[in-house]
Nanobody
Framework: QVQLVESGGGLVQPGGSLRLSCAAS????????MGWYRQAPGKERELVAA???????NYADSVKGRFTISRDNAKNTVYLQMNSLNPEDTAIYYC???????????????????WGKGTLVTVSL
């Protein structure tokens, strides 16, 4: 089993910055892609940013130039640096990761996508 533990969410003023962290632990052989999603009140969940094991990144158009995703493979951790925050960024942010795990007994390994519980980011005066 794998767990994703998020940290760094909270309340910030418009124009401010916040850094989210997500550390994966448990039955981990390797981690493929990692990313961040968010869901604002009354809206659908959307991809914010993603990063592959090779370091390729993708961003939502609304956050390009303001957010930066990175990862530390030695720590099984992904980060999201958020700058120039505005009220439209207010949402629950979810960490996710595509993880290959060790198999049980005679079984081989397996690959699954895991989600964090979500952390609330509020941008307001």
């Amino acid at each position: 089993q794998v767990q994703l533990v998020e940290s760094g969410g909270g309340l910030v003023q418009p124009g401010g910055s916040l850094r989210l962290s997500c550390a994966a632990s448990g039955n981990i052989f390797s981690i493929n892609a990692m990313g961040w999603y968010r869901q604002a009140p009354g809206k659908e969940r959307e991809l914010v940013a993603a990063i592959t094991d090779g370091g390729r990144t993708n961003y939502a158009d609304s956050v390009k130039g303001r957010f930066t995703i990175s990862r530390d493979n030695a720590k099984n951790t992904v980060y999201l640096q958020m700058n120039s925050l505005n009220p439209e960024d207010t949402a629950i942010y979810y960490c996710n990761a595509d993880i290959h795990s060790w198999g049980m007994a005679a079984k081989g390994g397996y690959d699954l996508i895991y989600w964090g519980k979500g952390t609330l980011v509020t941008v307001s005066l």
